[in-house]
């Protein structure tokens, strides 16, 4: 289990409310628990599974239906291959649901979360995770009635970050964020309360972040976190020590490095739209703004674990060739063996297009960051052709949505559009509500004789009822 015990370090989420390759999530061991630890409740219909025995509650909350049997065996099996730190961190998701096995609230959000993913690639009503989701939601009302600051148990915070997935992953993206901003102020009062957090509880911290940055980017709207500061990244080293797998130090400070980055596009993709919609924006400082957040991206990508790793890949095509590979169109195969390292050169590829946006926000329109852009569309494409990118559907509808944007015109780059689309009804079957929307999106895009700016197709996805909503919390906050 991770490190429960206070680890000190000098940075918290107050202060800001050669390395062996983690290789693919698909090797990593998670331990199995005992079948002689199982306990039977005795009826026909309730069964309590996969939770050691003496963890077991008498309270009904934790008597589980067995018809959810299979979403706690998915999120065993399944979650540590779709969560982006369970690669790093091999204990995360194990953990979570260890601490599950006695606090209801963080139990049934967890289920609910696996139950929304598996149902949705089924195609099936989501019976079962709206269930868990209101227990989730009534038994976290009392628990945060009956406790708070220094009474607050950590695993009560951890179930109101879990609301935010759930509303991620059923495309309710204002109420994810109003979760985020719940947990942010849970936090807040639980470090305020002078409790230090323990490793688990900054790991919940940072998927916060990142949570925040694709929310916000979303809408747009501005980031209820702010970025940690560059210069308390090492502080962080010591709670990571305590968690990451054996030699996965540095791919950890990679990856936390790049959720910063993408934090900074976030809060600058914000301003600059509040800027340009006010009349009050300044395009030189924005386009040196950009300039420098791009530059730091190329800096990350010089980091020696990837250089290493890039060099590793070289010599495994070289010696090792793998089976062929789909491509995108004409363009070249990009086969990698290290799927984690894929999924973070892809995110990395996205942040970049993104800020290219924020720098020149027409689409369709010439910019001199065309080349830069039109490359890492070109390589995303490249990847995802190659390797499916990943199991979790967010990062290759992001994919799909930008690399739209970069081919906007079907009359200039009928090849590539073509194979967007083909891509986005794969994804359709698959029950993916976001790859409808961007779907939607592109098909007015491509169509409209106008210009249309970034901004603009990102909020035509949205209903029009919560960018109203969005609009009055975003008043009430200032």
């Keep these: 289990m991770l490190d429960r015990q206070p680890t000190r370090a000098s940075s918290t989420p107050i202060d800001s409310a050669s390395c062996s390759s983690p290789g693919s999530p698909e090797d990593l061991e998670i331990e199995e628990i005992d079948p002689s630890e199982m306990a039977v409740v005795a009826s026909p219909t309730l069964i309590t599974d996969f939770v050691p025995l003496t963890r077991i509650s008498q309270s009904p909350e934790y008597v589980i239906d067995a018809i959810d049997a299979p979403y706690i065996s998915f999120y065993n099996a399944e979650m540590p291959k779709i969560h982006p730190y369970a690669a790093v961190f091999p204990r995360f998701i194990p953990d979570l649901?260890?601490?599950?096995?006695?606090?209801?609230?963080?139990?049934?959000?967890?289920?609910?979360?696996?139950?929304?993913?598996?149902?949705?690639?089924?195609?099936?009503?989501?019976?079962?995770?709206?269930v868990h989701h209101q227990i989730t939601l009534r038994t976290l009302q009392d628990a945060i009635t009956s406790a708070t600051g220094p009474h607050m148990d950590e695993t009560i915070i951890y179930a109101v970050m879990m609301l935010g997935y759930f509303n991620l992953f059923s495309a309710h993206f204002l109420s994810a964020r109003?979760?985020?901003?719940?947990?942010?102020?849970?936090?807040?009062?639980?470090?305020?309360?002078?409790?230090?957090?323990?490793?688990?509880?900054?790991?919940?911290?940072?998927?916060?972040?990142?949570?925040?940055?694709?929310?916000?980017?979303?809408y747009p709207c501005k980031p209820i976190f702010p970025t940690p500061p560059e210069d308390q990244e090492d502080a962080h080293r010591i709670w990571i020590r305590s968690a990451v797998r054996p030699l996965g130090e540095e791919w950890a400070m990679a990856q936390f490095s790049l959720d910063n980055l993408q934090?900074?596009?976030?809060?600058?993709?914000?301003?600059?739209?509040?800027?340009?919609?006010?009349?009050?924006?300044?395009?030189?400082?924005?386009?040196?703004?950009?300039?420098?957040?791009?530059?730091?991206?190329?800096?990350w990508r010089r980091r020696r674990v990837f250089l290493e790793e890039d060099s590793l890949e070289e010599l495994l095509r070289q010696h090792r060739p793998s089976a062929p590979v789909q491509?995108?169109?004409?363009?070249?195969?990009?086969?990698?063996?290290?799927?984690?390292?894929?999924?973070?050169l892809n995110e990395y590829r996205i942040a970049v297009m993104f800020v290219t946006f924020i720098a020149s926000p027409q689409v369709g329109g010439h910019s001199l960051l065309d080349a830069v852009r039109k490359s890492h569309a070109i390589d995303c494409c490249r990847s995802m052709a190659a390797t499916g990118v990943s199991k979790f559907p967010v990062s290759m509808v992001r994919i799909l949505q930008l690399a739209g944007l970069v081919f906007a015109d079907p009359t200039e780059s009928p090849a590539e559009c073509g194979w967007i689309l083909e891509q986005l009804d794969k994804l359709i079957a698959?029950?993916?509500?976001?790859?409808?929307?961007?779907?939607?999106?592109?098909?007015?895009?491509?169509?409209?004789?106008?210009?249309?700016?970034?901004?603009?197709?990102?909020?035509?996805?949205?209903n029009a009822d919560d960018l109203e909503a969005l609009a009055m919390e975003e008043c009430q906050d200032v």
């Design 97 to 130: 649901m260890q601490m599950g096995a006695s606090a209801a609230p963080l139990l049934h959000s967890l289920i609910s979360i696996a139950a929304v993913i598996t149902d949705t690639v089924q195609q099936r009503p989501q019976i079962r995770a709206l």
């Design 178 to 218: 109003r979760h985020l901003r719940g947990f942010s102020l849970m936090l807040h009062s639980y470090l305020s309360s002078g409790r230090v957090p323990s490793a688990m509880t900054m790991l919940i911290w940072r998927c916060a972040i990142r949570l925040d940055t694709y929310v916000s980017s979303v």
């Design 263 to 299: 934090s900074r596009a976030a809060h600058l993709s914000w301003s600059a739209y509040e800027s340009r919609r006010t009349g009050t924006a300044n395009e030189n400082t924005i386009e040196t703004q950009c300039t420098n957040l791009l530059a730091d991206f190329s800096v």
């Design 327 to 344: 491509t995108f169109l004409h363009h070249p195969p990009l086969p990698m063996k290290n799927t984690f390292y894929a999924n973070l």
């Design 430 to 462: 698959r029950g993916v509500l976001g790859a409808l929307r961007v779907k939607e999106m592109l098909g007015v895009v491509w169509k409209s004789p106008g210009i249309w700016t970034f901004a603009e197709t990102e909020r035509i996805m949205q």
